[in-house]
């Protein structure tokens, strides 16, 4: 009788556990999480993957909207709020102010996706070569 009762419990706890995991399935599938990466962002030749760096010549500022040019590929990015900026000057990184950006730097911008948006949140100004 006793090997009948945890036989029992065996499968209950199984049961139980299948539809738990059903129900998570069915939360996250229902909202995804904030972070999807497009997948047309996967092969650019500017960002790296789901969330990362992005590197390119600056070639608009519109307000916060910074877009990124490279061989042939454009890509906009939006500089968060309070996002840093620093500058790349002899081998090491210096803090810099976000008005020392300029049209025609090449920059790298670590971002990652929101809401289909890439939201940038470290901006470098790096050397002229």
């Known amino acids: 009788m006793a090997k009948n009762i945890s036989l029992s419990s065996v499968v209950i706890l199984v049961l139980v556990a299948l539809v738990i ?3 998570l399935g069915i939360m996250i599938r229902k909202n995804p999480p904030a ?3 497009p997948i047309s ?3 650019s030749k500017i960002a ?3 969330g990362g760096y992005a590197i390119g010549d600056l070639k608009e500022i519109s307000g916060k909207d910074f ?3 490279s061989e042939g590929e454009a890509l906009k990015i939006t ?3 309070g996002a840093r900026t620093r500058a790349l000057d ?4 210096v803090d810099a102010k976000f008005e020392d950006i300029k049209v025609g730097d090449k920059i790298e ?4 996706f929101s809401d289909k948006k890439m939201l940038g949140s470290v901006v470098t100004i790096l050397p002229k070569q």
Do not use: M, Q, R
Request: aromatic fraction near 16%.
């Open 90 to 93: 002899n081998g090491k990184l």
């Open 79 to 81: 500089i968060l709020e």
């Open 21 to 23: 995991g059903f129900l």
């Open 109 to 112: 911008i670590k971002f990652a």
């Open 35 to 37: 972070v999807s990466c």
């Open 48 to 50: 790296a993957g789901w």
């Open 67 to 69: 877009t990124l040019s």
């Open 41 to 43: 962002y996967l092969d």
